[in-house]
């Protein structure tokens, strides 16, 4: 036996190696397969549209052009204005939505909440039945007067059920002995919480916060229904470089309609097809430096919501 333990250990370290071989090198392969639709849309931002619209996208920029991206910055002051706005509503309504959804999952979690399945009926509900656009078109609107506030911006994402449901399946994973000791040591509901149950949710946190950011930095619904007012500075970022696109289109129709003369506009570019490239690239290159951060965190807190009930 000690004579073949070695040769053992050498064949399964070898296994080991070409298993992880194969692995990252199919992973790399993939990796590199999803790289290529986001460079063909940095390679377009950086093309003029003559050349995408006679020979298409290509993964390498084509007559060099920044027009786009001109186009886009022609008020710089207008677009940082979209920042700051998309960047308050998502800091503002990631830390409250987090707080708002842990809160509400621990109760929940808790066995000793005697309502707990009461209301945890209600919140499923929401999930199969909606009222409806019309019905909280006018909750938003009328009863609750926030037309043209940033509330009617913030309030709508800062909850989620499905958010919910992940913390709440986390949060149930924890031993209820150590919920008993904090309160034996004297502890009441809120230390509990955020001295001892939130410090072993970090994966769950980030996943949830990484949702809500998402959900908040990709919104521009909100801001069309409730935001009437031309010009306004409570435009997002979605939905201020929607605006531009569709006015460039508008264009596009008033000068084949023969509305506008062509000598008028002959002076000005009017780039579609890469100024989708340019604003795509504008839109998620912040999103996209946040994700490695909670990349970690986002994979573990997505495995445990998807196998706990």
């Known amino acids: 036996m000690a004579n073949n333990s070695p040769a053992i250990k050498i064949k399964r370290g070898r296994d080991v190696i070409i298993l992880n071989i ?15 639709p986001f460079l063909m849309v940095l390679a377009g931002s950086f093309s003029s549209e003559e050349a995408i619209i006679q020979n298409g996208f290509n993964i390498l920029p084509q007559d060099f052009s920044l027009e786009a991206y001109k186009t886009v910055f022609k008020e710089p002051m207008v677009v940082i204005q979209a920042y700051a706005t998309t960047i308050g509503l998502t800091a503002v309504g990631t830390l409250f939505g987090l707080l708002l959804q842990t809160m509400t999952a621990y109760v929940l979690s808790r066995k000793d909440f005697e309502w707990r399945n009461f209301f945890s009926f209600f919140f499923y509900f929401t999930t199969l039945f909606s009222g409806g656009v019309v019905p909280y078109f006018i909750l938003i609107t009328r009863t609750l007067g926030l037309k043209d506030s940033y509330f ?22 924890i031993p209820d002995s ?14 509990t919480l955020f001295q001892v149950v939130m410090p072993l949710i970090k994966p769950a946190l980030a996943t949830v916060g990484l949702f809500i950011a998402l959900a908040y930095w990709n919104d521009w619904y909100n801001a069309m229904l409730y935001i009437t007012d031309k010009h306004s500075e409570k435009y997002p970022l979605q939905y201020f470089l929607y605006k531009q696109v569709n006015n460039i289109e508008a264009y596009k129709k008033l000068i084949a309609n023969n509305a506008i003369s062509s000598s008028v506009v002959s002076s000005m570019s009017l780039p579609t097809n890469t100024l989708k ?6 839109v998620t290159g912040p999103i996209i430096l946040a994700f490695p951060i909670v990349q970690k965190y986002f994979v573990q807190g997505i495995t445990i919501g998807a196998v706990k009930g």
Do not use: Q
């Open 22 to 36: 194969i692995a990252y090198s199919f992973t790399g392969l993939i990796a590199l397969l999803c790289l290529v």
């Open 152 to 173: 009617a911006l913030l309030l709508p994402l800062i909850f989620s059920v499905y958010n919910l449901l992940i913390m709440k399946s986390y949060i149930s994973a």
């Open 178 to 191: 150590l919920v008993d000791a904090a309160k034996i040591d004297g502890c009441g509901e809120f230390r």
């Open 277 to 282: 490239m340019a604003l795509t690239i504008v």
